[in-house]
């Protein structure tokens, strides 16, 4: 199973957060970024109780706000159209 989550931040603490979030097991891809949300996060797990345990582990992170995303399977997949260097 997949969820993503959107972190906000208090300002001055994305790198704090993102180094505490980043010793989590189960936090399979994790970036700083710009806009509304200052943290993205890529959960995997086996099943939805070790979903909502990791996501209960990342809510006792310092962000200020967060927000889960669990994946809808059979709508969506990978797609290759990534930019090659």
Known sequence: MISYMLLNCNPGTESEVISEISSISGV????GILGKYDVF????AYTPDEIELIV???RRVRAENCYTFPVVYGQGGTVDNEIQN
């Open 56 to 58: 209960s582990q990342i």
């Open 41 to 44: 996060v890529k959960i995997s």
């Open 28 to 31: 399979a891809e994790m970036n």
